[in-house]
């Protein structure tokens, strides 16, 4: 019971927060920012506090009301949403803090809009991560977008504006005219969209029809840009940098991965998929993006949006995970999440970091900046060798799995494509890294430091956590092979 | 028990006689008063009427005491008992927020015509609803007309006068299309009463007659119902209308009138008529999918806000009209939710149009710069009923959508193509509604326009309510679910 009122209080904390930031910004910045921090570590003492129960085998689910016959707003928690809602909760506290320092450090309008909306972000990236069915994941999913679109259309002017309409166009467009039939298709093929380890699908649908059904999940989960549904994500870039770390690092783009993942678990099962003839395709898509998104971040100038198309590489990176439909890869899947928030959340902070302090964008603006930023810089590093894979950091260990994986299929064209993005990703961060440490500073540049405490605080805190999980990631191994017990 | 089975006379005999007596009430204020206080009692009454349904009873009364056939029945069923909600609701609603908004549009010495004029057209709506022959529906029908053209010239904007005359032409062919029809089957059947034709159509030997009447009817109830290519009456006349004109009829006038289309089809012609169906449903789904998509592409490109609604809600009729061109259970049932739930987004749309008009002049979208500053909960409302309007999950736009979407998955191959044209209007309907919202948050303010304050509390109150209603039926849908299920049932065992 105690588990069971956890999942709904993990959805209604960062509503109420959201209901009190909104009253706390008539009182002043500071309340604000402290309620905002207090509903953060509520959350993470809800969230987390569930795990004992579901390392010990429990799956607790509660349904909260059935809204059409046979439809009904239901949670349940398993394994993969238990860490998609613990990283998201986790990286949100330090996300705060980091806002704090980012958004009064750039003198920022509307903040109390701007604390709210990622309270219900946050509400919405629960409810994804706990649905228990795919109608609910549906309604979290829509609502998740509607509550990123006041952060991303944050600067209100027209540039950015325009750039928020093709977020949410893309974003509801995708979601509206392929996931929703999607769905309704599997109610009505299966009688249920309830997520079962092993699927509901097998044997209910023939062999042309399982391909188009996974085509339309697959792209209609704008969320994980895999292309050619990537758009939103570089226009999503004109959020304010802790928008960016954490929304369009993390919980969105995550969500979109992760119910991906789910569906390919719970909905399809991962054993019927591996049967059927027409679901390959997949994996060569994602490989496709990853190669692809990986050849456009080279010729990117501004470091955000460049790093906007190392994630949607590295998105496709878990959609090909999930796709090798292999129990290593689906680990590595989920790893993955997990390693690339970590480094690519610590590269957001410091992008931001350099913005607030040097108001630097663009890529060749960086030369010599590690002195001016030594912490900043050495984050910013650590991430970057994290996206390439290399040792000692997370990024290492997913693709360690995911590699596994790929051998244990026998899948070439997995291998090739990890092995060619690597150096895809060595050859756009390792000269940024150089130029900002080896080469001179322009004459006459501008006389900075580092950014705020806050902000440095927080990207060397996540920086910490990329080299840490590459010794520490036993317990999220443990726990996330449980989802595939039982496969072969 | 006793005084349900007066409720059916009741609801109509009260609102007509209270119009008169708006006339009297000529000090200021007490007109509205009035009028609210009938409104009210007759939602109340449509309340009840709604949870006798649901508790298996249908409510029947003889005027004076003469059985069916021969002296005049009313009766209500569970697909009345909605429109009978929707009506009452409207118009209660419309009624308890129009007080700041009438008193800014309407000159104080005509405010008790006009609260009259309401009531009439109330009463008439009832009116069709719960009669139970033909005759009477078409008497209604003239009476709810009369008093809506009165209602819609009512405003300062001269404007509306054409926009009137042309809804005035359209509406007497349509009614007179209808009374042909109705013409044709009394004089092949000798009766008027709606259960009664339905048993004695069997009987008809030369059915020519009978098919000529059914074109007549569908034609002009569809011209009344503002179903495409015949709804060019509508954008004008919502446009000019006083605003909350504009909420009571956009919320209840033309679904109305689909009711009755709805009824005869499957009541009285779907069994009797050879192939009934194939003309029915091939004839009507055609002009839906072109409305639907049609209404909203130029919603998609409309400057004025309540163009753009008005031009919505003929997509709109277009859904519900694909639905019942199904013929089959849920198709119906979707049709009766979405019947209900786009009054309460349309409603709750215009209504927020008319708070935004309390300080706006001039309604084009590109004037309404700065609004969300100033008005923030009005605008708030605008964003949820919208979402509603579009179908997103959580509100009540998202039931009939899934409800519309499963039908159409129901009915086959075929079914895909329609599936694509929901989906594709419905992202069509993102546009229009974002433009609206974008309008509202980002564009800059023009010089010299623009609210200083929110919308009068009286306004905002009831519009914040009925945004609150759509999502409270987004999660739980089973009132009005029931009652469309159990609608669909009777309409279909009707056409057995």
């Excluded at chain 1, 003492?45 to 390392?55: E, K, Q, S, T, Y």
């Excluded at chain 1, 059409?68 to 239901?74: E, H, M, R, V, Y």
């Excluded at chain 2, 007179?176 to 069997?202: A, H, P, S």
């Excluded at chain 2, 609004?371 to 579009?390: D, E, F, H, N, R």
Aim: aromatic content about 10%.
């Amino acid at each position: 019971m105690i588990a069971e009122n956890a999942i709904l209080t993990a959805i209604v904390v960062p509503l109420l927060g959201a209901l009190l930031i909104a009253l706390g910004g008539r009182f002043g910045p500071n309340i604000r920012e402290a309620v905002t921090a207090i509903t953060s570590i509520s959350l993470i003492f809800v969230v987390w506090g569930m795990l004992p129960a579901l390392i010990a085998g429990e799956r607790p689910a509660v349904e909260v009301s059935q809204v059409l016959p046979g439809l009904s707003i239901a949670f349940k928690v398993e394994p993969l949403g238990m860490l998609f809602a613990a990283l998201a909760s986790g990286l949100w506290l330090i996300n705060s803090i980091y806002s704090v320092g980012y958004m009064r450090g750039n003198k920022e309008k509307n903040q109390t809009r701007f604390y709210t909306c990622f309270a219900l972000a946050l509400s919405a990236t629960m409810g994804v991560a706990f649905a228990g069915n795919l109608f609910t994941l549906f309604l979290f999913y829509e609502l998740l977008t509607l509550s990123t679109y006041p952060l991303v259309s944050h600067k209100g002017d027209e540039a950015t504006v325009k750039s928020a309409r093709i977020y949410l166009g893309v974003l509801l467009s995708t979601s509206i005219g392929l996931f929703l039939p999607a769905i309704i298709w599997t109610y009505t093929a299966a009688g249920t969209g309830d997520f079962v380890s092993g699927g509901i699908l097998a044997g209910k649908l023939s062999d042309t029809s399982v391909g188009l059904l996974l085509g339309l999940f697959v792209f209609g989960i704008g969320k994980a840009a895999v292309m050619p549904v990537h758009k939103w994500l570089p226009a999503a870039m004109v959020a304010p940098t802790p928008v960016s770390a954490l929304l369009h690092a993390v919980a969105v783009v995550k969500a979109g991965v992760f119910a991906i993942t789910k569906i390919i678990v719970y909905i399809f099962g991962v054993d019927f998929l591996f049967d059927s003839p027409n679901s390959g395709w997949l994996l060569y898509v994602a490989a496709f993006t990853i190669i692809t998104a990986s050849v456009v971040a080279l010729r990117q100038t501004n470091i955000k949006r460049l790093l906007a198309y190392s994630t949607i590489a590295q998105l496709s990176y878990v959609v090909m995970a999930a796709a090798i439909l292999k129990p290593l890869a689906e680990v590595g899947a989920a790893i993955h999440m997990v390693a690339h928030a970590f480094g690519k959340i610590t590269l957001f902070f410091a992008a931001g970091a350099i913005y607030v302090a040097a108001k630097k964008t663009e890529v060749h603006q960086l030369r010599g900046i590690g002195r001016r930023m030594p912490w900043t810089m050495t984050a910013f590093t650590i991430g970057a060798l994290s996206m390439i894979g290399v040792p000692p950091t997370a990024g290492f260990v997913s693709k360690w799995y995911i590699l596994a994986g790929a051998f244990e299929a026998n899948n070439l064209v997995a291998v090739f494509t990890i092995i060619a993005s690597t150096v895809l990703n060595a050859a756009y961060f390792l000269p940024l890294i150089y130029m900002a440490w080896f080469e001179k500073e322009q004459e006459g540049a501008k006389e900075h430091g580092e950014a705020p405490f806050m902000a440095v605080f927080a990207l060397c805190v996540t920086a910490l956590l990329t080299l840490a999980f590459f010794l520490f990631n036993g317990p999220v191994i443990e726990l996330e092979s449980q989802v595939v017990k039982g496969l072969n | 028990m006793d005084l349900i089975a007066h409720l059916p006379a009741l609801q109509v005999v009260i609102p007509m006689l209270s119009a008169p007596l708006m006339v009297l009430l000529q000090p200021r204020g007490l007109a509205w008063a009035g009028a609210t206080v009938v409104a009210l009692v007759s939602f109340a009454m449509a309340a009840t009427l709604a949870i006798g349904v649901l508790n298996g009873l249908t409510p029947q009364y003889f005027m004076g005491g003469w059985p069916a056939p021969f002296g005049i029945a009313l009766s209500v069923d569970a697909f009345s008992a909605v429109l009978l909600l929707i009506v009452t609701g409207a118009s209660a609603g419309a009624l308890l927020a129009a007080k700041p908004s009438v008193d800014q549009q309407v000159e104080e010495e005509r405010q008790p015509l006009f609260y009259a004029a309401w009531m009439l057209a109330m009463a008439g709506l009832i009116g069709i609803v719960v009669a139970a022959d033909a005759f009477n529906i078409f008497v209604f029908m003239e009476i709810s007309s009369l008093a809506s053209y009165i209602l819609i010239a009512g405003g300062p904007d001269r404007r509306a006068l054409p926009a009137v005359f042309k809804y005035l032409t359209m509406g007497t062919i349509g009614a007179t299309f209808y009374l042909i029809g109705v013409g044709l089957i009394y004089m092949m059947t000798g009766t008027l009463n709606i259960e009664d034709m339905q048993n004695r159509i069997g009987d008809v030997t030369d059915i020519n007659p009978i098919l000529v009447a059914a074109g007549f009817i569908t034609i002009g109830l569809a011209l009344k119902a503002a179903v495409f290519p015949l709804h060019v009456w509508v954008p004008n006349a919502y446009t000019h209308a006083p605003h909350m004109v504009t909420v009571f009829l956009a919320a209840c006038a033309t679904k109305v009138s689909l009711y009755v289309l709805i009824k005869f089809d499957y009541l009285v012609f779907q069994s009797r008529l050879v192939d009934h169906d194939m003309q029915f449903a091939l004839f009507l789904m055609p002009m839906a999918i072109l409305g639907i998509l049609i209404a909203s592409a130029v919603a998609m490109f409309e400057g004025h806000l309540k163009r753009l609604l008005a031009s919505s809600s003929i997509a709109q009729i277009g859904y519900i009209l694909l639905c019942a061109s199904f013929i089959s259970t849920l198709g119906l049932s979707a049709s009766v939710v979405h019947l209900f739930n786009h009054a309460l987004a349309k409603g709750g749309l215009f209504l927020a149009v008319a708070c935004l008009a309390y300080h706006y002049r001039d309604l084009r979208l590109d004037q309404l710069g700065g609004a969300s500053t100033k008005m923030p909960w009005t605008c708030a409302t605008v964003v949820i009923c919208g979402l509603s309007l579009i179908g997103i999950p959580g509100t009540a736009g998202f039931i009939s959508k899934w409800l519309l979407i499963s039908a159409s998955l129901q009915i086959g191959p075929w079914g895909w193509f329609l599936v694509a044209i929901i989906l594709l209007s419905s992202l069509m309907a993102v546009a229009y509604v974002w433009r609206i919202i974008e309008a509202l948050y980002f564009k800059a303010p023009v010089e010299g326009v623009g609210p200083q304050s929110e919308a009068p509390i009286q306004l905002l109150a009831v519009t914040m309510l009925v945004a609150a209603l759509n999502l409270y039926f987004g999660f739980f849908p089973q009132v009005p679910l029931e009652l469309a299920t159990e609608a669909a049932g009777m309409l279909l065992e009707g056409a057995q």
